[in-house]
Each structure stands twice: as structure tokens, then as C-alpha cells.
């Protein structure tokens, strides 16, 4: 007796490519669903959380610092959040970020130790102003793997 080989005909070869059609287009909205970075990934630049930072901003460095008020006009808080985000920082360094505000170019300084001296807090700033000379502004900082926007948003 010689085996019958499957085909891919008939009703029931049709429900299996049915079955593996949709299949790959569940994966497919997976796969885009994991590369398309989510609301919650983006830098909060509320008052809330920059006073959550300076409730432990003796913990940071030797310094605190502010919000930007340059974050109040749209465009350049789409072009600053947007570069610092494009650079997608991890780890538990204690790190800041500085941008020179025309063109969202991003200046980084990684601190030694968990709090940052104030040399270290100031470098990232300072290298932008020996390029630029001006419109330099601090965007963010990295504390304890948390993210810290330095930005006054548009919406506050």
C-alpha cells in the first residue's frame, strides 16, 4: 500500500493556507508593534515629573538645574525631545543631555560615579557652546535608569 500525497487543494489545503495567511500577518503587526517605539518610551516633560527630580536632585550632582523655557515653542520641543529620543539611552548611569536648539544636535556627558560632580553637569553645556557660542539648553538626564526632561513642554 503506497502513501497518498498531500496536496495543498481541496477545502481542507485552503482553511491551512487561511490559517498561515493570517498567521503571518499577526506576526507581521507584532513585529511592527515592537519597532514602533510606544507613548509610554517618550521623555515626559511635565512640572510633575521635573519636581520628582528635584525632590532628589541632592542625590544627581552638585547642581540642579531647571526647566528650559526654549520647550514653550512647538517646533523646537518636537526637534530637542525627538533627537534626545532618537538616541534612546539605557543603563543606570547617571548621564545628561544638552542640545543646541536650531538643529536638535546632542551633546552627552556620562558621570563617573552615580552623582555627577559639578565639571561633569556642566561639560555636556559647555561643549555645545565652544561649537555654537549660544541657544545651547540642557534636554535631559539619566538618573537610576529614570529619565528626567529638562524641557518647559509646550502644553505647561
Request: hydrophobic content about 40%; charged content about 25%; overall charge neutral.
Amino acid at each position: 500500500m503506497t502513501a497518498k500525497p498531500k496536496t495543498l487543494y481541496g477545502p481542507q489545503a485552503q482553511t491551512k493556507r487561511e490559517m498561515i495567511r493570517k498567521l503571518a500577518v499577526i506576526l507581521s503587526a507584532i513585529i511592527l508593534a515592537y519597532s514602533i517605539p510606544a507613548k509610554a518610551d517618550r521623555l515626559v516633560c511635565s512640572q510633575s515629573e521635573h519636581l520628582r527630580y528635584m525632590k532628589m536632585v541632592g542625590e544627581v550632582g552638585e547642581m540642579g538645574i531647571d526647566r528650559d523655557p526654549v520647550g514653550e515653542d512647538v517646533a523646537a520641543f518636537e526637534r530637542l525631545t525627538a533627537a534626545y529620543e532618537t538616541l534612546n539611552p539605557k543603563g543606570p548611569k547617571t548621564s545628561l543631555f544638552v542640545a543646541y536648539v536650531p538643529t536638535g544636535q546632542i551633546y552627552s556627558k556620562v558621570c563617573a560615579q552615580e552623582r555627577c560632580t559639578m565639571e561633569e553637569m556642566a561639560t555636556p553645556e559647555q561643549a555645545c557652546l565652544i561649537d555654537h557660542m549660544n541657544q545651547c539648553s540642557y534636554v535631559a538626564l539619566r538618573f537610576r535608569g529614570e529619565e528626567f526632561c529638562l524641557l518647559r513642554s509646550p502644553q505647561n
